[in-house]
């Protein structure tokens, strides 16, 4: 091989091939390393977009450096370099990290420590060629941290489904063979992050800024049956049920389990609506468990028992 002279060009290793929707097999797949300098964030991963709606303010650097292990990867990979190459497109001039953004930005960081020392002014990148749509970088992200074994969180799966589904229009029946689901569960995760969608626009975007660890209140929503036709029925429903998880009704996502007894006693349902939002709850379990003794015989011996 002709050595490479002009530094901004990636400089080839060899090729892995691999099979992506759409595309006629083998696709192949460039490694190589690409200028620390020149690769970009890509601002559509799950993780780094739901970190954006939350803190609009704050860099994507800082974004992702705020996660708990990145300072673990720094020190890693200052010690050891990129052990996983990162996937990357070219787009322009640059290189857009389309699998890889934390390690890009601890590489940019260690670059910038470290100006003069040559191991962190290349980073190991897998790089996808010209014709690799959205629909094939999606499913490739899925294959990697819904079902594989790097996971992402369970709100950044429902959060990537979510994006397949309604953006991409890819078919269940292909997610079904990508990410080893069951149709039903695909499903049920794609309408949990619609819901905390909605949860972060409604009423003129009030509990936008508490979005943070919700989606799992709309997880236990949808496991409940009852509750589940209510949010097919009405948008009032779910309207409702985000009101509740704004004010702090509910006091954890596993609270949501105990609310159709709630629900279902009128005075305890009034207890729970209306009094103070942080005691709410746990007034409407006590005067719902008292409401349940009196009407059920035998409740007493039973529940003491």
């Known amino acids: 091989m002709t050595k490479n002279t002009n530094t901004d060009q990636p400089q080839a290793v060899l090729f892995e091939e691999i099979s992506l929707r759409g595309a006629p097999p083998p696709l192949k797949i460039l490694h190589t390393k690409v200028p620390t300098e020149k690769v970009r964030f890509d601002t559509s991963n799950p993780r780094l977009r739901y970190k954006k709606t939350l803190f609009p303010d704050k860099t994507d650097k800082e974004l992702l450096f705020a996660e708990h292990d990145t300072p673990w990867l720094l020190k890693d990979i200052e010690a050891n370099g990129v052990l996983d190459p990162i996937y990357a497109r070219a787009e322009n001039s640059f290189y857009i990290a389309v699998e890889g953004n934390r390690r890009t930005a601890v590489m940019q960081e260690l670059q910038a420590r470290h100006p003069d020392n040559s191991a962190f002014a290349y980073i190991p ?8 749509t959205d629909e094939q970088e999606a499913l490739l992200m899925a294959s990697f941290h819904v079902a594989g074994k790097v996971k992402w969180e369970a709100h950044e799966k429902a959060g990537h489904i979510y994006e397949m589904l309604e953006t991409l229009h890819i078919p269940v029946s292909e997610l ?7 149709a039903p569960a695909i499903k049920k995760a794609a309408e949990s992050y619609k819901l905390l969608e909605h949860f972060k626009r409604i009423d003129g975007g009030t509990y936008a800024a508490q979005a943070e660890g919700k989606w799992s209140f709309f997880s236990e929503m949808l496991k409940i049956k009852e509750f589940n036709e209510r949010h097919q029925k009405s948008q009032d429903w779910d309207d409702q049920f985000c009101r509740w998880v704004g004010e702090g009704r509910l006091p954890r996502a596993e609270a949501v389990r105990d609310l159709p007894l709630i629900l279902k006693k009128v005075r305890a349902r009034s207890v729970f609506e209306n009094e103070p939002a942080d005691s709410a709850f746990e007034k409407a379990s006590r005067k719902s468990i008292a409401l349940t003794r009196r009407v059920t015989p035998g409740f007493i011996n039973t529940w003491r028992s």
């Open 176 to 182: 079904v063979a990508t990410l080893h689901m069951g």
């Open 125 to 132: 990148a897998r790089i996808l060629p010209q014709q690799t």
